[in-house]
């Protein structure tokens, strides 16, 4: 892929990591993000201290508080930002965007009120004259590790190939590996959705459970992510590819995953409350969960696990007694669907 202007919105840990990879492979990179000491820090010391204590950026990652600068000439804008003010900051895109761009994103989350899937949103706020169609850029992926080059395959899907294949383009390299894939409501939903299951994952280590429970509450878990996404137009298969059970896993066996962190706290006895200030990053399954509850309810799609958490998450209902009651109910046959 020839050398490519990119802006990458959203300076948190995933944004951070991605404009590494992409600047490894030679583009332009433009960080933007709205708190101008950390922009100024990325610039002066090449550093993003509040997400990375040890790694030193590269000096071309140029970091930009002024949107229309930031997107002045770029051929592609990756949106990384929390999915409660995706909305927000693609109507700002819109307002200054003057010229046809590749538009994909790598936040995992549905949007409250709407219950609508990132791109959609995307969609619906910046014309299409300035836009392709929108990929996605989910998978199994820490970004504490995707920072120190540790290896990564992760998905690229969305309607149009040649736009997934864009995306693979600029972003693999011999550490950093793209699969496309077509079925955007399953790479999206899969990325949404398991992080509610990663907070069930917590609790229960949190609560002192084992591996046991850990296998149980995945595949389980896989199950009913599955139900739901298909009833919303998703292909079965996806969700045992990367960006179903491959983030499935890494989201909900993993200390570096902010939502299993939550959930462990949780299981221990921690309010919400405490949890999410002494996090300092947005816990997306918090936000997912009730979106998916609220799916859930309206499409007639059996979700126990997700139900659970719910109830832990906004009814405060004990983790062990959800647990119980999860246990207690009817039996059936695995493959129900």
Known sequence: MNHQKIAVLGPGSWGTALSQVLNDNGHDVRIWGNN???????NSKHTNQRYFKDVVLNKNIKAYSDLEAALDGVDGILFVVPTKV????AQQVAQVLKHKVHIFHASKGLEQGTHERISTVLEEEIPEQYRGEIVVVSGP??????IVRDITLISAASSDLNEAKYAQDIFSNDYFRLYTNTDVIGVETAGALKNIIAVGAGALHGLGFGDNAKAAIITRGLAEITRLGVAMGAEPLTYIG????GDLIVTGTSIH?????AGDALG?????ADIESNMGMV???VSTTKVAYELAQTMGID????ETIYQVLYEDLDPKTGILEIMRRETRAENEF
């Open 36 to 42: 101008i000491e950390q922009m100024k820090e990325i």
């Open 86 to 89: 995706t909305r927000l900051v």
């Open 283 to 285: 816990i997306e399954g």
């Open 242 to 245: 990367l960006s179903g059970v």
């Open 303 to 306: 979700m126990p696990i997700t």
């Open 141 to 146: 992926s820490h970004a504490e590790e995707t």
């Open 257 to 261: 995953s902010r939502n299993w962190r």
């Open 268 to 272: 221990r006895g921690e309010k919400l």
